[in-house]
Nanobody, 121 residues
Framework: QAQLVESGGGLVQAGGSLRLSCEVSGRTFKTYAVGWFRQAPGKEREFVSAIRYSVTYYADHAKGRFTISRDNAKNTVNLQMNSLKREDTAVYYC????????????????WGQGTQVTVSA
């Protein structure tokens, strides 16, 4: 079992930055792939980024603007989001996967409650 807690969301102007953090409980943190997904009102949950060991994955909309990293000593995965756009507005969720997949929400076993990111004009 693992529990995930997100932090760092908030309101930011377009062009600004936010850093999301996901703290994962459990002794097997190093073995999890940890991903970030987002869900905007009326839309399906979509993949943003993931990290497995030191390998990183990004959705096209995140490449060049977002950076994912993990701190195994703190059981934390961070998502640095730069050059934010209004279309990045969503609830952002972190999730942990024990299996090999990282791109689909169905491949994740544990989820956090989400943190709201709002990007204003």
């Amino acid at each position: 079992q693992a529990q995930l807690v997100e932090s760092g969301g908030g309101l930011v102007q377009a062009g600004g930055s936010l850093r999301l953090s996901c703290e994962v409980s459990g002794r097997t943190f190093k073995t999890y792939a940890v991903g970030w997904f987002r869900q905007a009102p009326g839309k399906e949950r979509e993949f943003v980024s993931a990290i497995r060991y030191s390998v990183t994955y990004y959705a096209d909309h995140a490449k060049g603007r977002f950076t994912i990293s993990r701190d195994n000593a703190k059981n934390t995965v961070n998502l640095q989001m730069n050059s934010l756009k209004r279309e990045d507005t969503a609830v952002y969720y972190c999730a942990a996967a024990t299996g090999p997949g990282v791109f689909r929400a169905s491949e994740y076993n544990y989820w956090g409650q989400g943190t709201q990111v709002t990007v204003s004009a």
